[in-house]
């Protein structure tokens, strides 16, 4: 099984997502869950809450459509948005592709020569981002944006993921030669195969660093941290956002990864809530939102 899965995924005759597929096979015999969660991730796409492999995140341009009083136009105006993302610690250009292998996979043999994909921002967002236009120009308006996206970055995606399961593939076979057979794992070769999916997949990430929550506080500062975080569960729910979504940004502001990593699935949550809370006001409190969370993150990354 894994022998022959090897040769197809080398020699291309099978599609990456039809590669995932039949790993799973080879993870009912492992039984370990980083294997099992990163094939599902990687085949029905990410949720802002998982700890997001880094070779999914890139940068991307912001561009605009904007209108005048006189009603002239600028279409892919590109959206300069550093000194704003200096002054909350954010990188707005940066994102982070959550969609499942075959949509990449269609993506990218769809996409032709130079041709590129927007990302539309939600129109609550563009609203704050125009906003902030009109304070240095009154008569100019911003009526969409988005990010744009080349299918080379796609594909890179596509092709990085390719050969971290080949990777995979390729020690577990050297290390357990016998995985074709009638193969039993023990808890050491879980271990080692735990470590194997884990280092090809984070970058040498044990897994004890991909927890969630408080177990990834360190006790001598667990009291600071989590009265931080109280400050801010508050302030939040003073600019009116809703329980549950307070507790998915503080999943994401308590895990364990890079800050510029964290920043990327806020900026995500942000956008997901301006769509949510359309018609609750939020989109007009989003700054302060942002500057909130963009803050709580510097803290809990020092």
Do not use: C
């Not at 005759?13 to 599902?40: F, V, Y």
């Not at 000194?83 to 592709?97: A, P, R």
């Not at 996409?111 to 939600?122: A, Q, R, V």
């Not at 092709?159 to 050491?188: A, C, G, S, V, Y």
Request: glycine share 8%; net charge negative.
């Amino acid at each position: 099984m894994i022998k022959t899965l090897i040769k197809d995924l080398a020699y291309d005759s099978i599609t990456l997502s039809q590669g995932l597929t039949r790993a799973k096979l080879l993870q009912s015999k492992l039984k370990i869950d980083e294997l099992k969660n990163w094939l599902a991730n990687e085949l029905g796409g990410y949720s802002v809450k998982e700890n997001i492999p880094e070779y999914r995140i890139f940068q991307v341009k912001i561009i605009g459509h904007f209108v005048d009083n006189f009603g002239r136009e600028w279409r892919n105006a590109p959206l300069m948005l550093d000194e704003l993302g200096k002054s909350l610690d954010i990188n707005f250009y940066e994102h982070t592709e959550i969609g499942g292998i075959k949509g990449l996979e269609d993506a990218v043999s769809q996409g032709t020569g130079e041709s590129t994909l927007m990302i539309p921002l939600g129109q609550s967002y563009v609203n704050t981002l125009a906003g902030l236009y009109r304070k240095n120009d009154p008569g100019t308006h911003l009526i969409s944006a988005g990010k744009i996206v080349l299918p080379s970055q796609l594909r890179n995606i596509v092709d990085q993921t390719k050969q971290r399961l080949l990777d995979i593939l390729l020690e577990l076979q050297e290390k357990f030669p016998n995985m074709d057979d009638d193969f039993t794992p023990t808890n050491e070769t879980r271990e080692q195969a735990r470590n194997i999916v884990n280092y090809y997949v984070y970058g040498g990430s044990n897994n004890t660093n991909l927890g969630v929550g408080d177990n990834v506080v360190q006790t001598d500062n667990k009291q600071t941290i989590e009265g931080n975080l109280k400050e801010f569960s508050e302030q939040l729910k003073n600019l009116n956002v809703p329980i549950e979504e307070v507790d998915s940004i503080k999943e994401i502001i308590k895990s364990k990864g890079t800050k510029e990593s964290k920043l990327s699935k806020a900026m995500t949550w942000v956008g997901q809530l301006s769509t949510k809370m359309i018609t609750k006001g939020v989109e007009l409190k989003l700054p302060e939102i942002i500057e909130a969370t963009g803050k709580m993150i510097e803290k809990m990354s020092s």
